[in-house]
């Protein structure tokens, strides 16, 4: 019997877990997100967690206020996260809160041993290399949720390592490429001049994907890709030079792997989290079916292109920042988040985004050794970004 914590259940990512637990019959022990503390009463009364939080103190008073007949402790703040996160009563912390605030709650997770399943890509965008040793100190997994991770990690199960998992050593695995497709998002075709005048409006209709505000918005710069290369450098322990991206249009390959006599694996499958979601807490078994079976006639044909980097430069952009190291993808990390806010707060234009990223990739930034330190450069680069917003 698997018992979870969800943090972040009340999101797009959380709510499909929610859905999958509950077909699965697994126990949820604990929830938590920000402020929608009405869906957060709807999710206690029904799965019946023995805690919750919630980030907000205000919503945390008004959640323990909705449910005072049911004597649940309600926490709060950055605490209450990190003590949902290190629970012993739980198997896996399934991490979906958006953005740089999972951080703390990952490497509480990890250091208590529990495995993670992990959509909160900026924490590895972040802080990757103290979530990877965190986790291999405290003989911890990482379970990639993210669907491109999610599609290389259940090719991986096909390599001479067995049953494999992050961090273990990727040594052995006989990979010389991975190739992360990317869905182009909503303004594929347009040019660098055409992205001038498009609306936050037009920038939150994906093609494919149903996803939360802020990684829509990553989709259309295709920052979000950007984010990906990096995390996968650190779950896969790969050179950010042998990461490719493709454009593929359908989203129906969710990426693939090369192997070093060029013969390459692909996963496929309807563009549906629940796949990947599922995965990441049945792994190494699979589990029935979440969604509805892939028609390959259906969809006809599937379609390939390279990024243009010169319309959208986050990609090269994160590149660079690996490259660099450091503090540099914590920087850009942090450049994006509130980039991206000012953006659909319409403050900024659209193309403002990825500019104001790459002026802060042109600082001067200190070393970075631990999670205090990576925490400044956060909130020095999101200081400096509001104040040009
Ligand atoms: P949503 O915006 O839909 O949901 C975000 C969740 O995080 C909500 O539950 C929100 O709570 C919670 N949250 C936000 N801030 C805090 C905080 N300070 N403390 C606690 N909880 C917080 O985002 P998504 O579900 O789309 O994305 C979640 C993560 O998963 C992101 O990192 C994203 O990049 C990644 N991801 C998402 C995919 C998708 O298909 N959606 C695909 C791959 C990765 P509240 O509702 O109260 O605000
Ligand atoms: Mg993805």
Partial sequence: MTRLVILGSTGSIGTQSLDV????????????????AQLMEEQIRHFHPTMAAMYDEAAARDL????????????????GLCTLAE??????????????????????????????????KETLVAGGELVMRMARE???????????????FQCLQGTAAGAWAPPASSAKLGISRVILTASGGPFFGKSAEDLRHVTVEDALRHPNWSMGQKITVDSATMMNKGLELIEA?????????????????????????????YSVLAQLGVPDMRIPIQYALTWPLRGDPPVRRLDLAEIGKLTFYKPDHEAFP????????????????????????????????????????SELVAETLSRPLPAVSTVEDILAVDAECRRIIIDRG
């Fill in 233 to 261: 450098k650190w779950l896969f322990d790969m050179a950010p030079e042998n990461i490719d991206i493709v454009v593929h249009r359908e989203s129906i390959i969710h990426s693939l792997i090369e192997f070093t006599d």
């Fill in 21 to 36: 637990a509950e077909k699965r019959g697994y126990t949820v022990t604990a929830l938590a997100a920000h402020s929608n």
């Fill in 87 to 120: 629970l012993p009563d739980a198997d896996i912390v399934l991490n979906s809160v958006v953005g740089m605030v999972g951080l703390l709650p990952t490497l509480h997770a990890l250091r208590a041993g529990h495995d993670v399943a992990l959509a909160n």
């Fill in 64 to 79: 323990r206020d909705r449910v005072r007949d049911l004597n649940i402790p309600i926490l709060s703040g950055m605490d």
């Fill in 314 to 353: 986050a990609i090269e952009l994160c590149r660079t920042a690996i490259e660099k190291g450091g503090a540099y993808p914590a920087a850009v990390n942090a450049a994006n988040e509130q980039a991206n806010l000012l953006f659909r707060e319409g403050k900024i234009s659209f193309c403002a985004i």
């Fill in 138 to 152: 405290h003989h911890a997994r990482i379970l990639p949720v993210d669907s491109e991770h999610s599609a290389i």
